[in-house]
């Protein structure tokens, strides 16, 4: 028997991980979401119920899938989060829950200690609660989402916190890295990446940095600078999503990732493992390099 | 372990098959084991799922050899390394020794 934390020997093509959008609803307005044009009734209406979402769930167990990440808006502003949750981790998935933290009770939390996650990542984009709040458009998030740090980390719940980085928080980038690394054993992960809205509408870009201001944000510190050289300097890989990797949105459209909607598959119609297999393969990515597999078509591209 | 010890699967491991590979998930799991899975090779994939909380170990050595043409000898050196790895991350217990009519 090994121990392991992951799969070394798997197929070229085979439904590993997961990342399920189960909902657009959220209790903040970040300034740079892109999927909160779709927290609205007549959109949340349309959205997978439990009972969709479990079946649906047990076609990935069945297929294979062994890490999935509960993504949103935001996640817990389900009523029946947790009935999705237990349900993915009773059923051996690796699950990773990305959150905004401020919906977190203590009760959350025990419950998460109860039945462990793979990790949760909590959104921190600002150090004060000025910045913070001016990006979620939510008063006192701010503290909610610090109290729901402390809560996981009282329990021991593995915890990462990541900021998007922006026209609005640049200023207080270290600050936030600081304040993780004085947390302990807490990943983190600055993005700087901005995508358009669901709708296509361009807001998030209002507050994208550009390439001076990252540059000399990521000059402020030894790590991220590194990282960002890195990044620089080598060529980057072929888009891998379709492979191993895929995505379904809050109302049950599979597609090859979350940056990628412009063909689904309806997982309500049809089966996952058609989905998969059958479909998937012959969605286009416009990243992808016509040598990255023969078993999936890159030479199809979107309009 | 003796040939009529008896053991049950720790209900809080969910056993996967992904890709052809047997994997155990612990669902509740402790810091030391954060982020693990256990991958069983395939005869002990086998032997886990032989595991039912009724049957002594030798009953299973015995079935599993005429079924897989393969020594009992073997397969009890086999079996006994996995459940030690078993036993040690609490992914099975000892529930009960069978009654052995020889003694």
């Known amino acids: ?303 | 372990m003796t040939p009529s010890t008896i053991y049950s699967k720790n209900p809080d491991f969910v056993q996967r098959d992904v890709a052809g590979e047997c994997i155990l998930v612990p669902i509740r799991r402790t810091l030391t084991e954060a982020n693990s899975i256990y991958v069983l090779n395939e005869t002990g994939a086998a032997l886990w799922n032989r595991i039912d909380g009724a049957s002594p170990i030798q009953k299973i050595v015995s079935g599993f050899a005429e079924e897989y043409d393969t020594t009992e000898e073997q397969l009890g050196r086999d079996f006994e390394a996995l459940l030690a790895d078993l036993l040690l991350i609490h992914a099975v217990e000892e529930v009960a020794t069978a009654h052995d009519p020889s003694r």
């Open chain 1, 1 to 303: 028997m090994i121990q392991a934390d992951k799969l070394r020997h798997l197929p070229e093509r085979f439904p590993v991980a997961c990342q399920w959008e189960i909902t657009c609803r959220c209790n903040l307005q970040c300034v740079m979401c892109y999927t909160d044009c779709f927290n609205r009734p007549e959109f949340v209406r349309q959205e997978l119920t439990t009972s969709e979402i479990l079946r649906i769930m047990d076609q990935l167990t069945e297929a294979g899938t062994l890490e999935l990440c509960l993504t949103g808006g935001e996640p817990m502003a389900r009523t029946d989060f947790f009935d999705i949750y237990d349900h993915a981790i009773r059923s051996g998935f690796l699950v990773t829950v990305f959150t905004n933290g401020t919906l977190m009770t203590e009760a959350h939390a025990d419950r998460f200690a109860a039945l462990l996650p793979h990790r949760i990542e909590i959104s921190l984009h600002g150090a004060t609660q000025e910045t913070f709040e001016r990006i979620t458009q939510g008063r006192g998030s701010h503290d909610r989402c610090l109290q729901a740090i402390r809560l996981l980390l009282d329990r021991n719940i593995p915890l990462a916190l990541k900021t998007t980085a922006m026209t609005l928080n640049q200023h207080e980038i270290i600050a936030i890295k600081r304040y993780v690394a004085s947390l302990g054993s807490v990943g983190y992960k600055l993005g700087e990446e901005m995508r358009p809205e669901l709708d296509g509408g361009a807001g998030p870009f209002h507050y994208s940095l550009s390439e001076q201001e990252l540059t000399a944000l990521n000059r402020q510190d030894d790590d991220l600078w590194a990282e960002s050289c890195q990044q620089k300097s080598v060529d980057p890989s072929p888009c891998r999503s379709g492979m191993q990797r895929f995505h379904i949105d809050a109302y049950g459209q599979l597609q090859l990732c979350s940056g990628n909607r412009t063909h689904s598959y309806d997982l309500r119609a049809g089966s996952f493992r058609e989905g998969f297999f059958e479909a998937l393969p012959t969605y286009g990515c416009p990243w992808k390099a016509p040598a990255v597999s023969e078993q999936i078509q890159p030479t199809v591209h979107h309009a």
